[in-house]
């Protein structure tokens, strides 16, 4: 142990992380437990640690592992009287989960080794853990209860360490060893690894494509462990017995290379020692999806000795220098546990470290490089994976994406050269970006993309925008089913073809579609509960179905209008609001999506006008058309003009004919919605000005419950919102700096500067407006304001260190992760985190004549249009993420200026990144002007803000409290902000933790 201490020590000097094999499921026939257990009566406390019987014949439908070693999975004990059971070797008796003393006695085991430093555990066989009579005893229930036990007390006890599950069982069985995110975190691919060697072996794709497509989805926190040997053979469990033999003539031609189901060899001589088919198999395994374990010698082509017995061919010293002993050891040769390997192909003095590290064209120089670049992406580790099939089955091709980021990989699985063509449509005009030597390779096309490969040979291209502030979303072209409708069926009334269309046809269409969550299809499962018709004129009417999905553990209901349009399905073409071919009987159509198309939309205005009631009387439903005071004026005609506007928000948003703006929530929220109910108060109640004139709604009626289905607008003529317009300003201030680098004097900010901070005042004004509006009416209870209670000021001081105790532990587990630049952020705010909960009692006062009130909720740059010389306020669903409740909820004023500052410092970070990627900011000034803008914005913002709200209470009258109240906002907003960046854009996560950084920095009685 005390060797095993000091070699932690040295890895964490390095940085590495060490896990080790906690091998749960048998022990020793020498380990002191069995030889108390065997000495001890039968039914005994002592006895019970393991699995006995009077007879061999119980459990006989238990397969033997071990064929060519073992006839039984029971041995008798001359000393005990009984036969003990063992999945492996009889040597290895097999411990009795079943017995509570001996899970607590693993556990124990579990965190005295976590004593010593490990990050992890490699569980061994765990499959076998317990036995059931009538079963194989694999897999069992009562084997997944322990797992998640083990899982439980190793997430209490050491937080951030890991459990690796060994499970050689096909791909549908290891995917319950994850459970829901609280079985292990990662486990070994064992059915992908036979068939990379036979892909190559046959010099044909379809053994990987066919495995990795049979692979289910797991967890999102969870990943497969990938390797080309486990550890010391190359097991062949996890093929047929044809498959088997195939690969045992191609790979182990002497059988003393093969044992029991597997092979017994390192990766080279597997590859013949051909350095072309180690590089292409190491390529494999490290763009596969999953996290890549080497054995170690792989990466520089390490030899073995099949003349050893059992595994120990493989098991020999690492072959560090020409040196005596390969430079593992300075012990007597003969003292070695396993000899060198000396031949003249692999021995120590022609392969090891030393020298391969000296030379640039070595294979560890080349794995070394393949390693740099896979770690240069997070793609490869997280990014989905979709193959590409061209007519050449010896070329295997791939996508890899994440987040925006498009990687291609090709790969030759023939000894000779190979030319295929790929239809790389979807990513029309990108720029395939050579990964390896960083060359650029002609654009993308409309035609199928040639490309020549030498033998064994591979590419990976990052497939690179021309432009990147225009990013461009590949779309797959689907394969449509047809469904049959027959003349007068009703959604409940098509049985079959209603399986069809939750099953086959919408998660299709749900995976291409932006405002829906889940991007796979293969993890959704719709099911349809109700139908309504969205008018009742017509034979052909549109509809809204409403159906259920769960996403991580919480079901939601989704509405989706629907139609179909009687022409024929163009099955060239891509239309992405199609998704399903129609026939009723000689007749052809095609299933749409019509929630932004022109008859749908003109049917919305006629409903509206009619002030329509549709009464779904069978199934209990209503959906409601009520127009304002604002629509009566107004004229009704058929929509010529639609422009959809594309986010990844679970609604579809168009502009109608540069009138009106038209929402169709796709997310159905039961509730009163707030961007109608605001809507409605500031239309028809207190008549704001400064907001597009709601004019009507559409609300689905369930008895007593009410779901927004549909909004209308009033279009309001604008110059953008005042993110773009800060966008442009920025550039052109960028420009400007740069231009007068040279000057002596400073840059002039020029007169658009002037005329932002004018568009800054305006803000400032009709935000306090709004406010000042919002809590005008006493009358409404939902909108009279409230007195701030000290329980208002303990609960949201409570829901900010929940979210920041969230923030901390994510930027802990992934610190190793981030950037170097958001590393030393993250660990400065990790040095807070003792204080937090102090400083932010120390912003709020325990008493207050505050109120809080009905406020927009999701206030940013975006939310604001300039309109001529003003602006106008848009939007008022709420926080995304966030509840109903939560986003009715009243609060002070002072959270939606919160929202415009942090909104201000995005911009003014944006543009620098922007800036850096032309040239770099030698010498500060860029980053100087910007900090200067942003602090000159924000004043302009506040100023404006506080002359409005002189005299209200809405609006602390003291200075110093007020700062001290919007500091405090200003953090809640940064934390969720750390917290969306997380999960949604790493890059970005600088921006809101210098934000929030230099708010902490600030003593409580400072200005905001």
């Known amino acids: 142990m005390k060797d095993f201490k000091r070699f932690i020590q040295e890895a964490k000097k390095r940085g590495l992380r060490v896990i080790t094999e906690l091998v749960v499921n048998h022990t020793s026939d020498q380990h002191a437990w069995f030889k108390r257990a065997r000495r001890s009566p039968p039914n005994s406390s002592a006895r019970s640690w393991y699995v006995w019987s009077d007879t061999d014949q119980k459990y006989l439908d238990t397969r033997i592992i071990f064929t060519d070693t073992e006839k039984s999975n029971w041995t008798w004990d001359p000393e005990a009287g009984q036969f003990y059971w063992h999945r492996f070797f009889s040597h290895q008796p097999d411990l009795n989960f079943d017995n509570p003393r001996v899970v607590r006695a693993i556990v124990q085991v579990m965190k005295r ?145 093969r044992i029991n189901v597997g092979i017994r060899r390192r990766l080279a001589p597997l590859m013949d020692n051909d350095r072309r088919k180690i590089e292409l198999m190491n390529s494999l395994l490290l763009s596969f999806p999953g996290t890549p374990i080497i054995y170690y010698g792989d990466e520089i082509g390490m030899g073995d000795n099949i003349y050893l017995g059992d595994r120990n061919g493989v098991r020999t010293p690492m072959q560090w220098s020409p040196d005596r002993n390969g430079g593992f050891s300075r012990a007597d040769p003969a003292r070695l546990y396993a000899p060198m390997i000396m031949d003249p192909v692999y021995g120590y003095e022609a392969v090891n470290v030393e020298a391969q590290s000296r030379s640039l064209s070595s294979l560890l120089s080349a794995t070394k490089r393949l390693i740099a670049v896979r770690k240069s992406t ?23 994406q994440y987040q925006g980021e498009v990687i291609l990989c090709v790969a030759n699985l023939s000894r000779s050269a190979q030319a295929t063509e790929l239809d ?177 939309t003109g049917l919305f205005l006629r409903n509206l006008r009619e002030n329509l009631t549709v009464d779904e009387g069978e199934q209990g439903l209503k959906l409601e058309f009520r127009p ?85 607008h009033a279009m309001v003529v604008n110059q953008g919102d005042l993110w773009t317009v800060a966008a442009s300003h920025l550039d052109r201030l960028v420009e400007r700096q740069r231009l007068l680098a040279a000057s002596e004097g400073p840059a002039e900010n020029g007169g658009d500067h002037a005329t932002y901070l004018r568009h800054m005042a305006h803000a400032g004004k009709r935000l306090a407006e709004l406010h000042i509006a919002l809590a005008s009416n006493r009358d409404l209870p939902d909108f009279a304001p409230e007195p701030t209670r000290s329980e208002d000021l303990q609960r949201w001081i409570d829901e900010i260190v929940a979210r920041a105790e969230r923030v901390f532990d994510t930027l802990k587990q992934r610190r190793g992760s981030l950037k170097e630049a958001e590393r030393l952020l993250a660990d400065q705010l990790q040095a807070q985190h003792d204080m937090l909960p102090e400083r932010l009692k120390a912003l709020l006062p325990r008493e207050t004549d505050g109120f809080n009130i009905r406020h927009h909720g999701d206030l940013h740059l975006g939310q604001l249009l300039v309109v001529k010389d003003d602006v106008f306020i848009i939007d008022f669903d709420g926080g995304p993420g966030r509840t109903i409740a ?18 201000i410092d995005y911009a003014a970070t944006a543009a620098l990144e922007r800036a850096l990627k032309v040239a770099p900011d030698d010498s500060g000034r860029l980053s100087l002007a910007l900090a200067e803008w942003r602090d000159q914005a924000a004043e302009t913002l506040l100023a404006a803000y506080r002359e409005t709200m002189a005299g209200q209470r809405l609006w602390p009258a003291d200075a110093k409290a007020a700062d001290r109240l919007l500091n405090f906002f200003l953090l809640e907003k940064a934390f969720y902000e750390i917290e969306y960046e997380q999960a949604n854009r790493p890059d970005w996560l600088r921006v809101p933790l210098t934000g929030l950084l230099r708010i902490l920095a600030q003593q409580p009685h400072e200005v905001a």
């Not at 053994?207 to 080309?228: E, G």
């Not at 139609?563 to 099955?571: G, N, P």
């Not at 939560?886 to 909104?903: M, W, Y």
Request: glycine share 4%; aromatic share 10%.
């Open 113 to 257: 080794w976590l004593d010593t430093g490990v990050d992890g555990f490699r569980l061994d066989a765990i499959p076998y853990l317990c036995e059931r009579d009538g079963t194989n005893n694999e897999n069992l229930p009562e084997t997944h209860a322990i797992i998640k036990r083990l899982r439980q007390e190793l997430d209490t006890y050491a937080k951030g360490k890991i459990l690796l599950a060994e499970a050689n069982q096909w791909p549908e069985d290891v995917q319950e060893y994850f459970g829901h995110g609280d079985e292990c975190h990662m486990a070994y691919h064992f059915p992908l690894m036979p068939r990379i060697y036979m892909a190559i072996a046959q010099e044909d794709r379809f053994p990987i494509t066919d495995i990795l497509r049979q692979t289910p989805d797991i967890p999102a926190a969870c990943q497969w462990a990938l390797f080309l040997r486990n550890h010391d053979e190359l097991t062949l469990e996890m093929v047929t017995d044809v498959e088997r033999d195939y690969l045992w003539s191609t790979y182990a031609n002497d059988p003393r290379a």
């Open 378 to 400: 997070l793609a490869f580790g997280r990014g989905t994976m979709t193959f590409i099939r061209p007519e050449n089955r010896s070329v295997l091709a791939y996508v890899r």
């Open 424 to 600: 790389l449509s979807a990513f029309k005009d990108r720029i395939p970006l050579e990964m390896l030597g960083r060359t650029r390779f002609p654009a993308i096309g409309e035609l199928p993309y040639m490309i020549t490969l030498a033998p064994y040979g591979f590419y990976w291209f990052q497939l690179q925008e021309r432009d990147k502030s225009e990013p461009v979303k590949p779309r797959a072209v689907p394969e449509f089913e047809t469904l049959v409708v027959p003349l007068n069926s009703t959604w409940t009334s098509l049985a079959r073809e209603r399986g069809v269309f939750e099953h086959e046809v919408l998660p299709g269409h749900l995976a291409r579609s932006r405002w829906y969550p889940e991007h796979s299809a293969k993890a959704i499962q719709p099911t349809l509960v109700s139908a309504v018709p969205f008018c009742d004129i017509g034979d052909n009417r549109p509809w809204l179905i409403f159906f259920e999905t769960t996403e991580r553990g919480t079901t939601s209901r989704y509405v989706l209008p629907m139609q179909i349009e009687w022409v024929r399905f163009d099955r060239e073409r891509y239309n992405p609001r199609a998704f399903a071919a129609v026939r009723q009987g000689a007749r052809e159509g095609t299933l749409l999506d019509v929630a932004t198309d022109q008859i749908f």
């Open 628 to 712: 304002t005071s604002r629509f009566s004026d107004r004229p009704v005609r058929q929509p010529e003009r639609i422009r959809v506007f594309e986010n990844d928000q679970p609604h579809s948003t168009a502009l109608v004919d540069n009138e009106y703006v038209t929402k169709i929530y796709r997310k159905l929220e039961v509730g009163i919605n707030p961007e109608i109910e605001m809507g409605r108060f500031l239309t028809e109640v207190v008549d704001f000005p400064n907001t597009p004139a709601l004019l009507g709604t559409s609300e689905l009626v369930e008895g007593d419950k009410r779901s927004a289905i549909a909004v209308l």
């Open 886 to 903: 939560e986003r009715r909820r009243k609060a002070p004023a002072a959270r939606d200026v919160a929202g415009l500052i942090r909104s």
